[in-house]
Structures are given as C-alpha cells and as structure tokens.
C-alpha cells in the first residue's frame, strides 16, 4: 500500500498541524464532544484534536498510520477500516467529522458510499469539516497521470480526484453546506491548493 511506505518514514518531527480547524472549534469543545478523524495518517490534525480534550476517534485504512498515532500520540483512541466499508461507528455518534485531504481519492460511486456513512454517523446537528483537491492545485497533481472521469486521474501513486466549485456542490449535495472556500496551504513545501468546506445535515 502506497501510504504504508510514506508513513513508514514519518517521525515525530513530521507532525505539522497548520492551523485550519482552529476557528472551527477552539472554545466549540467540551470532554464530551464527539469527535471523528478519518483518514489521520500521520497526524497533523490529530495533534491538534487530541489537546481539546474531546472524545476523539482517529481513524485510517493503513495500519501503519494506526500504528504512527499509537506510538506518538497513545492516548488516542484509534480505529483501522476502509472509507468504502460501513463504519464502525453507531448512528449519530459523532458531533464533528473531519475528513482533511482523504476524500479526493474515490469515484463517484465509492464517493456516495463513504458519504452515505458521514450522513448516518454525524448527529443531526453535528458538522462535517472537509478539505480536498482543488483544480488548481497544479503543484499535487491536477491534470497529471490519466484521466478516468471529471476531475479523477490514475497516476503510479494510484487515484486522484481535483474538484471545482460546482463539483464541490454536486458531490456534497446531501448536506446542507455552510462554507466553501479555495484555500491554500503552505505547509508540504510547495503552495497546495485545495477546497474548505463545511457542511451539516
């Protein structure tokens, strides 16, 4: 699995959190907040998570990222499964979600399903905290490798999908969504550019 490789190479020093769900939810969490991470690879976000003091799931498909948070950050609770499989997660169980760079690597179809799983996982007030590719992020990849359908290329390193607003919208139609802002991130070297998006029930 590619991502095993990568984070086999990780080390504390790799942890990078930069910053992005701050205005989200510092001062928004209490010991019982209910808080999911899918995907949390190395743990930039679950750094950040962790030090709220809330209820935290971190969760990837790679047991080599499990493995990374057990060992940097062993207080957190951790769980390893697939996006495409049913979560196992009861209904409603999480306030928040974050899904941080992990939801642009699916079709349509494997799209509908993780998203099936979000809406049936998240309270009915809770919110989803997403970024993904953006078409602009020419520095990651947009436009590079084949192209499988609208804005989804297979490369060596596997799928990768780059989205515009309107896809944006298309996608996450099943939620109400709050925000959408194109955004750039500085923190692998070169500017990224990707989608901020928040979104409720």
């Known amino acids: 699995m590619y991502w095993d490789e ?5 080390t504390l020093d790799n942890i990078s959190y930069d910053g992005w769900l701050d205005k989200y939810l510092v001062g928004k969490v209490s010991p019982s907040t209910n808080i999911i ?5 190395w743990g930039d976000d679950t750094s950040f998570l962790h030090k709220l003091g ?3 799931i971190s969760c990837d498909g790679s047991i080599e990222a499990v493995k990374f948070i057990n060992k940097y950050l062993p207080q957190v609770e951790t769980r390893q499964f697939d996006l495409i499989s049913s979560f196992p997660f009861d209904n409603e169980a999480a306030d928040y979600i974050v899904a941080d760079l992990c939801l642009h690597y699916f079709d349509n179809e494997e799209m509908n399903a993780i998203l099936h799983e979000v ?3 998240l309270k009915g007030d809770g919110t989803l905290y997403v970024r993904i590719n953006s078409i602009n992020d020419i520095n990651y990849g947009a436009g590079q490798g ?3 359908s ?5 490369s060596e390193k596997g799928k990768k999908r ?4 309107n896809s944006v919208e298309e996608v996450f139609q099943s939620f109400n969504i709050i925000s959408i802002e194109e955004v750039i991130i500085t923190k692998y070297g070169k500017p990224k550019m990707a989608w901020e998006i928040v979104l409720t029930k």
């Open 119 to 121: 809406h049936r996982v």
């Open 150 to 154: 609208e804005g989804l290329y297979l």
């Open 6 to 10: 990568v984070i086999k190479q990780k």
């Open 146 to 148: 084949v192209l499988i």
């Open 54 to 56: 809330c209820n935290l």
């Open 37 to 41: 991470e899918l995907r949390c690879g």
């Open 162 to 165: 780059f989205f515009d607003k």
